[in-house]
């Protein structure tokens, strides 16, 4: 969702949850447990979503930017080499034209033959602020550059997308996060669960009723989505037809974001505190505490499937919004701030492991 959007949202949820209280406090969980020197990799404004381009060499990650403080800006698509870490801007060809506005959320990367396939959320592609307008733009991922080859379009099942994830085959789930500001008021589970079939080039909700989908990841036989306001991590099982069926509650954990794999397990990023992260939204230098789980999802009545591995009060970084881990280093990245955090080495002891 559109982050000007956003924030009256979680006006709303900080006065209903009674959380705009000046003592607040959140439990602060030491890097020094598991992570060792951090350094700051400056990339560009908002990177909130990235993804791991195995198929260039070096290898880098993929990042979404956009300066969410100011979203009437423009934003982009910036490489991060994993060897030198430095960034660059990827040029964009084939648009002739086609958005008059970039505003890039939500990412995912697959590899078909020898092309390296890249999909992006784009909102507000007509330049005319309306939440309601979205689409995916599919690109070919090269060196340098990223070729636009298809446009995606949907208005019943594109209505509010956050983030999106794609199988090897070409097919996409999608999570649509909230509709109305009335509808959070009264905790109303609106989020959908998008579908698109490339075969048929067909779009179909899969499923419904869940609160505030926000992360995605799409694998052969299930679904995993996380819940920002909703604090729970769920698990469906998937069909050979895109279909959605046992919603399963994997984990209860707050305020969480983006999910990506790691080895067997999870890795999901977490708001600590949503009033923090609108202080933060406000006001740059105001610190939103931060955390990010490994979890393991083939046990989720283990009350310690879900291990915290690195956590900030907002110091090393705030907002934190992905994680990846590559060589013995774990990449943070975050909503707001123009910089992915890399800590190294990484000591993810026990059962995430």
Known sequence: MQLNKIIQLIIVISLIQGIICACHR??????????????????????????????????????????????????????????????????????DGRFKAYKPHGMDIRREGTHTYLYVILHDPNNRDQRFENVIAVYDVFDHDIQLIQVLENSKCLWSPNDLSVLPDGQIYVTNDCRTLTGLLFRRHSSEIAHYQPKTKTWQIVAKDIFYANGILAQSDRVYISTTLGNELLCFNRTSDGSLSDKKVIAKLKGLDNILPYKDKLLITAHTSIWKFLRHYKKKDALSPCLVYCVDPNHPSNPQNSIPIFGSDGTEISAASTAFIYQNALYVTQVFDPFILRCSPLNVTGRNQ
Do not use: M
């Open 26 to 95: 959140v439990k602060k969980y030491p890097t020094c447990q598991t992570i060792g020197n951090c350094e700051r990799l400056y990339v560009a404004d908002g990177p909130e979503d990235f993804v791991f381009d195995q198929w260039h060499s070096p290898p880098r990650l993929i990042v979404s930017s956009h300066e969410r403080r100011q979203p009437e800006q423009f934003g982009g698509i910036f490489s991060l080499c994993l060897t030198t870490h430095a960034s660059k801007r990827l040029n964009r060809l084939g648009e």
